[in-house]
């Protein structure tokens, strides 16, 4: 949230703010600083940087690259961590665990019948 109105993306800023605000922050600065951001931002709602990021898609994040990755689109995973990369990733040595390669089929040791899907 700060991130973003420091760079004037203040619609973004504006989004967060009201996602901290309905989680209601037990710390009151945290939520003075929310409110803060959000009047300032409806003021003036626009973004003066374009993100690489859609409000309403949930993803998860590429290990390696850092890019959103929205539902729907395809991703490979590492065997050993389960953190998620592009494809383009695929066959390099995941930068998370340093262990496994990416997108490699590799069966798993399950040591309780929880850990079954």
């Known amino acids: 949230m700060i991130v973003c109105y420091k760079a004037q993306n203040l ?3 504006a989004h967060f703010a009201r996602e901290l605000l309905e989680t209601n922050p037990t710390a009151e600065t945290q939520a ?3 409110r803060q951001v959000l009047q300032a931002a409806e003021r003036n709602m626009r973004d003066a940087t374009p993100l690489n990021y859609d409000l309403r898609n949930p993803f998860v ?3 390696s ?3 959103p990755i929205y539902r729907g689109q395809r991703d ?3 065997p050993y961590c389960s953190t998620h990369f592009i494809p383009s990733h695929q066959g390099e040595l995941c930068t998370v665990c340093d262990l496994a390669e990416v997108g490699a089929d590799a069966s ?3 040591s309780s019948p929880s850990q079954i899907r």
């Open 61 to 63: 994040v590429c290990g």
């Open 108 to 110: 798993v040791l399950l």
């Open 11 to 13: 619609s973004t800023a």
């Open 76 to 78: 490979v995973t590492c």
């Open 65 to 67: 690259s850092y890019t």
């Open 32 to 34: 003075k600083r929310a």
